[in-house]
């Protein structure tokens, strides 16, 4: 299949996959026109590749899934290199989340500071759902 189909299948862009081609998570073959085509079982991979940056992994974490990134990646069985690389994403994640909140707070003080009470505007405090 060419780019654009494995990017309609995928619910990807062609761009982000010639970005995981380079980055040595998927593979290509090239046509005699110069068009990419990949095999009809990247649509696996590309799936799995999507699950674990929705998670919070960078692709320099995926990598270490290369193994189990063709089949259920949610299913095959865990490694001690696996787990130690959602532990240390899960980390940094955690403290971002800290951060920002933190920072959240700062500005949030400073608002009710400059408004002059401690009762902000509604418009001023909605916090979107997540």
């Known amino acids: 299949m060419r780019i654009g ?3 309609t299948a995928t619910g ?3 761009r982000a996959l010639r970005h995981y081609e380079q980055a040595g998570l998927i593979s290509s073959e090239r ?3 110069g068009y990419r085509v990949y095999d009809e079982r990247t649509v696996v991979r590309v799936r799995n590749i999507r699950h674990l940056l929705a998670a919070g992994l960078t692709l320099d974490d995926v990598r270490v899934f ?3 990134l063709d089949g ?3 299913a095959a069985p865990t490694s001690d290199q696996g787990l130690r690389v959602a532990l240390e994403r899960l980390a940094v994640l955690n403290q971002r989340i800290a951060a920002q909140t933190q920072a959240r707070d700062r500005l949030e003080a400073a ?3 400059a408004t002059g ?3 902000l505007p509604r418009s001023l405090t909605a ?3 997540t």
């Open 5 to 7: 189909e494995l990017a």
């Open 12 to 14: 990807t862009t062609a």
């Open 31 to 33: 046509a005699s026109n």
């Open 66 to 68: 290369l193994p189990c």
């Open 72 to 74: 259920d990646v949610a």
């Open 111 to 113: 608002l009710r500071r």
């Open 117 to 119: 009470g401690p009762n």
């Open 127 to 129: 916090r979107p759902v």
